[in-house]
């Protein structure tokens, strides 16, 4: 009864805490998501006030907030689109992990960490934060721009990649041979193909079974079949993020409405949950060794990202300021660069100081990320890109002899 009472309170005191602090965000025009991660710190490991009681129910409420911010933004494209959509992002996928995975790697070699830091690395600086991303889009009230979902389509690149990368680093690290290692990652292949399939033949089947006219069993039958699929892929061996993304992209018409209604709440409870929960799991004393290091990758790492971004929306054909909408959008790195690191931290031999930087790493991209991403909608920035369109047209047009 007593760890019950302290449960309650500990809960209650730091969600209301999230309130005051989400208000003042938007009183300041800022995001909220650096305040929550700010938050999580003070009141976790080596935090002014630790909070010991309510850690397992942030673990599994930041579960939960990856699926739903993952799901709610499957509900904004229909699977036809989707598809469209990695076919025509593909070169901009694989721009993208050149340009963001590379840099890791060398970063990890030329410290002398080994080549399997390096692989670790490459998946760490690689792949950004979709959960972070989707509530920043949101946040920004940027759903509806022409650039989102080229956004949308690197990010889903990348996460369909984590369902290769993961269990081949889980592999490497275990030193598993070729043919366990080979075995791991069919699994997940066909795992991502499966759903995929039944997503874009039979999403109006998938609708049906839930009823869009009744508001509760609606709730809870999406919110349980998302948890379901995505607990099933996580136990597949891909990740939970991927199969919730998929549900909502399965599921479409006024089922696909009415659930973006109903959820969003719950997401954005759950969605804060989760930030406050990474910065609850991080000890700040473990950083400042590291902390150079880690700002020097994630300056570099963040200007790959908007190169990324940039050059996909430009193939796309957005003009000028969504392709650097699309660019600053995609810096923050989180759950997933996590969860590599922490496959690589309970592996004997691997590198000590991987896992402090890695935090540092997600925490400078993720609080300076959000923040960056408003740049293209203030007046001095919208200035630049009218000089430089008008520069642009005031050009000299070569001519042939």
């Known amino acids: ?25 938007r009183r300041i025009g800022l995001s909220p998501i650096p305040l929550y991660l700010l938050a999580g710190l003070a009141f976790g490991h080596g935090g002014l006030l630790p909070l010991s009681a309510s850690e397992e129910f942030f673990a599994v409420g930041a579960e939960i907030g990856v699926i739903l911010l993952l799901v709610m933004l499957g509900l904004e494209y229909t699977a036809s689109e989707l598809v469209g959509n990695l076919r025509s992002a593909a070169p901009a996928g694989l721009v993208d992990g050149l340009l963001n995975a590379l840099p ?22 690689w792949v950004s934060s979709s959960g972070v991303i989707a509530k920043v889009i949101a946040d920004l009230g940027r759903l509806g721009n022409r650039e989102t979902p080229v956004i949308l389509s690197v990010l889903v690149i990348e996460d ?14 275990a030193g598993s041979g070729l043919v366990e290692g080979g075995l791991a990652l069919v699994i997940a292949v066909g795992t991502v193909v499966l759903v995929l399939v039944l997503a874009v033949r039979y999403g109006r089947v998938i609708s049906s079974l839930v009823s869009a006219r009744d508001p509760e069993a609606l709730l809870l039958g999406v919110l ?16 939970a993020a991927v199969g919730a993304f998929l549900v909502g992209i399965a599921l479409s018409g006024p089922v696909a409405h009415h659930a973006t209604e109903l959820l969003s709440p719950l997401r954005d409870l759950f969605a804060a949950v989760f930030f406050v929960f990474f910065g609850l799991a991080t000890d700040p004393a473990q950083m400042p060794p590291v902390l150079l290091p880690a700002l020097g990758l994630a300056v570099v790492t963040m200007a790959t990202k908007v190169l990324t971004g940039y050059i996909a ?4 054909g957005i003009a000028l300021p969504g392709r650097w909408r699309a660019g600053l959008g995609l810096m923050p790195r989180g759950e997933f660069s996590i969860v590599i690191a922490g496959l690589a931290v309970v592996t004997p031999g691997i590198e000590p100081r991987l896992a402090p930087l890695a935090t540092a790493y997600v925490l400078i991209t993720v609080v300076s990320g959000p923040m960056l991403a408003r740049l293209p909608d203030t007046a001095w920035f919208k200035a630049w890109l009218r000089r430089q369109a008008t520069a642009r047209r005031a050009a000299p047009v070569p001519t042939g002899d």
Do not use: C, D
């Open 1 to 25: 009864m007593h760890a019950q009472t302290v449960l309650l309170i500990e809960v209650g005191a730091l969600l209301f805490a999230l309130g005051l602090l989400g208000r003042l965000s």
């Open 104 to 125: 890791g790697a060398i970063f990890g070699l030329l410290l002398g960490w080994g080549w399997v830091a390096a692989i670790v690395l490459a998946g760490i600086t």
């Open 160 to 173: 369909l990649a984590m369902a290769l990368y993961l269990p081949l680093v889980t592999a490497v690290l």
């Open 224 to 239: 349980g079949l998302t948890l379901l699929v995505a607990g099933v892929a996580n136990k597949l061996g891909v990740s």
């Open 313 to 316: 929306a430009k193939r796309a």
